[in-house]
């Protein structure tokens, strides 16, 4: 299997995946602990996260994958929203908690 199998399979089977450095309780990076306060602010309490520090395959697949250059990325049924900044324009903006409506994330 792939890693961009792998990454495929991680999309499919979760209803929201952020890819992130670190973990929501210990974030390593500003950028990923904005986008897990956005989540929760949004009600998302346990998405599906994949920490990319932990496996340089997927650190590098993810962008492949998505053609975006950054960390964290975050997809919602399947579908690459954006990174940190893309989140935090659609919270503000409200285009992100529309697109989490009836999702089952925890």
């Not at 950028?31 to 009600?43: D, R």
């Not at 340089?56 to 049924?77: C, D, H, M, S, V």
Request: proline share 6%.
């Amino acid at each position: 299997m792939s890693i961009q199998d792998v990454i495929q399979e991680q999309v499919s089977s979760h209803q929201v995946v952020l890819y992130m450095k670190g973990s929501p309780q210990m974030p390593q990076c500003g950028f990923s602990a904005m986008a897990i306060q956005v989540l929760q602010a949004l009600g998302v309490s346990q998405p599906f996260t994949v920490d990319v520090l932990q496996n340089p395959e997927i650190r590098q697949g993810i962008k492949e994958f998505a053609n975006w250059p950054t960390i964290p990325q975050l997809y919602i049924k399947g579908e690459f929203v954006g990174g940190s900044d893309i989140m935090r324009e659609m919270y503000q903006s409200g285009e992100l908690k529309k697109l989490l409506e009836g999702v089952q994330a925890g």
